[in-house]
């Protein structure tokens, strides 16, 4: 069944760029309609979207509270899609989750997520 | 931005239990209402999306209802399994916003 796996760097510095990789396992990025996206949670709080991207002309959406300071890319060659996220401060510290976006025609469920990984911000 | 809110924030309850959480949004979503569980450590896990639509896999315990701006998330009968934190969100409108969410514990 589709898997997906959440990597990269669990400390990154204040005003520097963090970046993450979703790798999907278990089916293509690129062979249905889905969208992938990105969603935190910073700890003990609650759940925030940050945007996602289509296998296709890599058309992506985003917070528009993240947007000055967000890229989400794919990468169907590696069956990957990532994240960064410039200019952060300590309140970017979270749980980072990937996941599969059904899309706007089935009410953008997400299922499945990545197990997600944490990112904290500190000098 | 939709804001979504949910409530109770938290309740305890009994195996066995009737149990009915709220969630509402700021404005009309139609029927743009998903539903997740959350248990402490794991990530979110689908359970019900387009308000009413179970996701295969889900027990029956589980139902979603409502439009517009009010939802509910109930579970018929609680199991032992289902004590964790539930998120609604809205994916009317972008930026996709979750409420705070409702943890469930056991009485």
């Known amino acids: 069944q589709l898997q997906l796996q959440e990597s990269g760097p669990g400390l990154v510095k204040p005003s520097e760029t963090l970046s993450l990789t979703c790798t999907v396992s278990?089916?293509?990025?690129?062979?249905?309609?889905?969208?992938w996206g990105w969603i935190r949670q910073p700890p003990g709080k609650g759940l925030e979207w940050i945007g996602n991207i289509f296998y296709s002309e890599s058309t992506s959406y985003y917070n528009p509270s993240l947007k000055s300071r967000v890229t989400i890319s794919v990468d169907t060659s590696k069956n990957q899609f990532s994240l960064k996220l410039g200019s952060v401060t300590a309140a970017d510290t979270a749980v980072y989750y990937c996941?599969?976006?059904?899309?706007?025609?089935?009410?953008?469920?997400?299922?499945?997520w990545g197990q997600g990984t944490l990112v904290t911000v500190s000098s | 931005d939709i804001q979504m809110t949910q409530s109770p924030s938290s309740l305890s309850a009994s195996v066995g239990d009737r149990v009915t959480i709220t969630c509402r949004a700021s404005?009309?979503?139609?029927?743009?209402l998903n539903w997740y569980q959350q248990k402490p450590g794991k990530a979110p896990k689908l359970l019900i999306y387009?308000?009413?639509s179970l996701q295969s896999g889900v027990p029956s315990r589980f139902s979603g209802s409502g439009s517009g701006t009010h939802f509910t998330l109930t579970i018929s009968s609680l199991q032992l399994e289902d004590f964790a934190t539930y998120h609604c969100q809205q994916t009317y409108s972008i930026p996709f916003t979750f409420g705070p969410g409702t943890k469930v514990d056991i009485k």
């Open positions: 404005q009309s979503i139609n029927n743009y």
């Open positions: 387009a308000a009413s």
């Open positions: 278990g089916g293509s990025i690129s062979s249905s309609n889905y969208y």
């Open positions: 996941a599969r976006d059904c899309g706007g025609d089935c009410y953008d469920w997400l299922d499945p």
